[in-house]
Antibody
Framework: QVHLQESGPGLVKPSQTLSLSCTVS??????????WSWIRQHPVKGLEWIGL???????RYNPSLESRVTISEDTSKNQFSLRLNYVTAADTAVYFC????????????WGPGTRVTVSS | EIVVTQTPDSLAVSLGERATMHCKTN?????????LAWYQQRRGQPPKVLLY???TRDSGVPDRFSGSGSGTDFTLTINSVQAEDVATYYC????????FGQGTKLEIK
């Protein structure tokens, strides 16, 4: 059974970079036809897809965030990571790492989520 | 961008009654199949997929959960609501860049 676990700072200062990692167990991030996403949940705005990295290591981003986002992988650790630059209070949210079994697919496995607050 | 709108925002039903909630997209999300999923999120937990392709139940999901619809209009029905069904329910279109509805909160009357 796949298990995903987010990790990273819970507090980030405005204009700085939010960095999170997701450690995957029970599956390989390089397994054929798997896609690994970051999704965030705002208190008011709800669920927002940030982007993904494919099993081939190809990233894809939500156009609304693309200028500030980088998703990368470390296959030796079976981890993938999120970097979000120039954060503001609007980036305060719970961040989830998630698996899908297709590039256009539903999300069948979620990490528990990590709360990130942007504040000075 | 495909905008997803759910109604109602909240819903209160008695135990054993039926709950019905709706999801509407501003463009069709159907192409031979319906690219729509439903999730249940209990308090303090991540969302959990219930249905995909609009009406296919995920493994282990009770058969009191059913989905229907095509094109731009979709429905989630929970027959004989149980106490453990108290949660917020989200629909998600994966036809284009993923987007979610704002959720319908289900409570027990």
């Amino acid at each position: 059974q796949v298990h995903l676990q987010e990790s990273g700072p819970g507090l980030v200062k405005p204009s700085q970079t939010l960095s999170l990692s997701c450690t995957v167990s029970g599956d390989s991030i390089t397994r054929d036809s798997t896609y690994w996403s970051w999704i965030r949940q705002h208190p008011v705005k709800g669920l927002e897809w940030i982007g993904l990295i494919s099993y081939k290591g190809n990233p894809r981003y939500n156009p609304s965030l693309e200028s500030r986002v980088t998703i990368s992988e470390d296959t030796s650790k079976n981890q993938f990571s999120l970097r979000l630059n120039y954060v503001t209070a609007a980036d305060t949210a719970v961040y989830f790492c998630v698996r899908a079994m297709a590039a256009s697919g539903w999300f069948d496995a979620w990490g528990p989520g990590t709360r990130v607050t942007v504040s000075s | 961008e495909i905008v997803v709108t759910q109604t109602p925002d909240s819903l209160a039903v008695s135990l054993g009654e039926r709950a019905t909630m709706h999801c509407k997209t501003n463009r069709s999300v159907s192409s031979r199949k319906e690219f729509l999923a439903w999730y249940q999120q209990r308090r303090g937990q991540p969302p959990k997929v219930l249905l995909y392709w609009s009406s296919t139940r995920d493994s282990g999901v009770p058969d009191r959960f059913s989905g229907s619809g095509s094109g731009t209009d979709f429905t989630l029905t929970i027959n004989s609501v149980q106490a453990e069904d108290v949660a917020t329910y989200y629909c998600h279109q994966y036809y284009s860049i993923a987007s979610f509805g704002q959720g319908t909160k289900l409570e027990i009357k």
